[in-house]
């Protein structure tokens, strides 16, 4: 966890964001009602000057008056983007400039906004399920505990418009295993007996296997291509470790998946991990900053464990 120098760096790269926050507040105070004003009075001449040809029963309601309300109505959305993309602007810059201070715990930090994580194309996608959309936010790699990792949020969806349904919203961690696993092993949350039909009709290289508690069994399937390597752990570590990450994740499930070297801790949340407050509201360490340092630590705490789980008892 950060040291009393680097908290008091953090504090001072917040006094400098309150300064510049609270000027940005100013201009986006004045910005949003001159940009809509402008827009409604345009708008209300033009349908003034509309009602000179119009028919004097469709005044102020012709096709003509119709589409201008419309097309008013798209131009106030983007004009109030527009107003507002200062506080935007530097609420995503403080993030670039804080967030690698506030992990200052974490050797050779590093943070990205909105790229491809390097470790997702060796996430297994079994762990997460079909998916043709994906979406990613705040990334932050480094080294913990000697282990190099990857902690980004993710959205995968799968479909299109109002169809689409989510596969997984959540943070994903990347880690190096302790040892290796010989193959792929995820244990997901269980699927319907549906998806489990179709899974099977396709093929899935993957074959199901299972814990022997009849609990973690009803939430979670364990499928691996490697069933002699798997079954040690999904008897063994692998349950323990899921029936502890119950206990501290109980709304949704967390998942794991190894692939060779690499393990995986899938963590769903429907909240942005790394939610820094809105822009009207001044930002306070310890309301705002310290939980996040803490949810941090926990999570990497969490995975250095899981990251043990093919370690033999002895070298444990």
């Known amino acids: 966890m950060p040291d009393d120098t680097v908290i008091a760096g953090i504090r001072m790269n917040i006094e ?42 469709e005044q102020w309601f012709s096709t003509p008056h119709v589409f201008l309300y419309v097309i008013g109505f798209a131009a106030s959305i983007l004009l109030y ?34 790229d491809r994580p390097n470790s997702f194309d060796r996430l297994p996608r079994e762990a997460v399920g079909a998916f043709n959309r994906q979406a990613f936010d705040d990334v932050v790699s480094g080294r913990y505990e000697e282990f190099p990792f990857e902690l980004y949020e993710a959205e995968l969806r799968e479909g299109t418009g109002k169809g689409s349904s989510t596969a997984f919203k959540g943070v994903i961690v990347a880690f190096e295993a302790v040892e290796p696993f010989p193959g792929i092993l995820v244990a997901t949350r ?21 814990s022997g508690e009849p609990l973690l069994d009803a939430a979670y ?30 709304d949704d499930p967390a998942r794991v998946a190894l692939n060779g070297s690499d393990g995986f801790l899938l963590l769903p949340q429907a909240k942005n991990f790394f939610e820094l407050p ?39």
């Not at 364990?222 to 570590?237: C, H, K, M, S």
């Not at 310890?286 to 803490?294: K, L, Q």
């Open 190 to 210: 269980r699927t319907n007996a549906v998806v489990g039909f179709f899974r099977g009709l396709f093929g899935s290289k993957l074959q199901e296997l299972s």
């Open 81 to 114: 983007f527009q107003a507002i993309k200062p506080a935007t602007r530097l609420q995503q810059s403080f993030r670039d400039t804080l967030l690698p201070i506030i992990f200052g715990f974490i050797r050779e930090v590093r943070y990205q906004h909105g």
């Open 278 to 316: 809105e822009i009207s509201v001044p930002l306070d360490y310890t309301r705002h900053v310290a939980p996040m340092i803490s949810d941090m630590g926990a999570v990497l705490a969490t995975a250095a464990l899981v990251r043990k789980i093919g370690v033999k008892d002895e070298a444990s």
């Open 16 to 57: 400098a964001y309150e300064a510049a926050r609270a000027l940005a507040v100013r201009q986006v105070r004045w910005r949003v009602p001159l940009f809509i004003g402008l827009t409604l009075v345009a708008v209300v001449v033009i349908a003034w000057l509309f009602n000179k040809v119009a028919d004097p029963n």
């Open 221 to 250: 399937e364990f499928r691996t291509d490697n069933i002699e390597a798997a079954r040690p752990l999904v008897t063994g570590r692998l349950a323990q470790a899921l029936k502890w990450l119950g206990e501290t994740w109980p």
